[in-house]
């Protein structure tokens, strides 16, 4: 397995995962559940549980990329320390915006920053394959 295979195994492991801190909120608050079976409405839960739901589904919207990227990364057979890296980064830079998001901790812009990281891991792979 390449480090990039690796990490990317890890990000899903994490990807899904990141379920737990939401319904863990919404089930020890007790969010009232709509009569018609539906989810809680999220503007009535408490805004750590609100963080909680918006870093998985922040997760998610980089996730697609970045595992789309490595897979042809690998499927071209490239593998280098910069492309591990970027794909280590990209997991700990992940990691490290959904405790800062669901924390709530308000230094700004930290989270946009940590995006922007995630983002920039992302392009560091996908250059590596378009420029090989």
């Known amino acids: 397995m390449t480090p990039e295979l690796f990490w990317l195994t890890m990000t899903a492991l994490l990807a899904a995962s990141m379920w737990l801190p939401f319904i863990i909120g919404v089930n020890t608050v007790g969010m009232p559940m709509p009569s018609e079976n539906r989810p809680p409405d ?3 839960a ?16 980089q996730f697609l990329p970045f595992a789309v990227i490595v897979l042809i990364s690998h499927l071209a057979g490239i593998s280098t320390p910069l492309t591990s890296a970027a794909a280590m980064a990209f997991f700990f830079i992940r990691v490290i ?18 995006f922007t990281l995630g983002w920039v891991a992302i392009c560091t792979i996908g250059g590596a394959v378009l420029l090989t």
């Open 42 to 44: 999220i503007a009535q």
């Open 46 to 61: 408490p805004p750590w549980i609100h963080r909680a739901w918006r870093a998985h589904l922040n997760l998610l919207e």
């Open 97 to 114: 915006h959904a405790v800062w998001m669901i924390a709530g901790l308000p230094v700004l812009p930290v989270r946009p920053i940590l």
